[in-house]
């Protein structure tokens, strides 16, 4: 099993920037791919930017711009930067972590993230 919490979510001004951390524990060793992803009220789950152990990094092109993805191996810590925050960025944000050998996906419990004018 894989435990998943994210940190770092909270109200950010039109404008600003933001830090979420996700911290792993319990099996993951196990872990391909880290990831995180966001749900806004009535919309679908999406994704915001993944990270391989090989430190491969996927970002949609519509945030590429905005958002950075790090891994801290050592301390099982992904860290997602995004900055010039917009209004339509108020989500949840989710971890989420994928094992290809488990066949396995852990999310964590959420980090609201609210952008207020």
């Known amino acids: 099993q894989v435990q998943l919490a994210e940190s770092g979510g909270g109200l950010v001004q039109v404008g600003g920037s933001l830090r979420l951390s996700c911290a792993a524990s319990?099996?993951?060793?196990?872990?391909?791919?880290f990831g995180w992803y966001r749900q806004a009220p009535g919309q679908q789950r999406e994704l915001v930017a993944s990270i391989t152990n090989f430190g491969v990094t996927n970002v949609p092109d519509s945030m590429k711009d905005r958002c950075t993805i790090f891994r801290d191996n050592a301390k099982n810590t992904v860290l997602l930067h995004m900055n010039r925050l917009k209004p339509d960025d108020t989500a949840v944000y989710y971890c989420?972590?994928?094992?290809?050998?488990?066949?396995?996906?852990?999310w964590g419990q959420g980090t609201q993230v609210t952008v207020v004018t």
């Open positions: 989420n972590a994928y094992s290809l050998r488990l066949f396995k996906n852990y």
């Open positions: 319990g099996s993951t060793s196990s872990i391909n791919v």
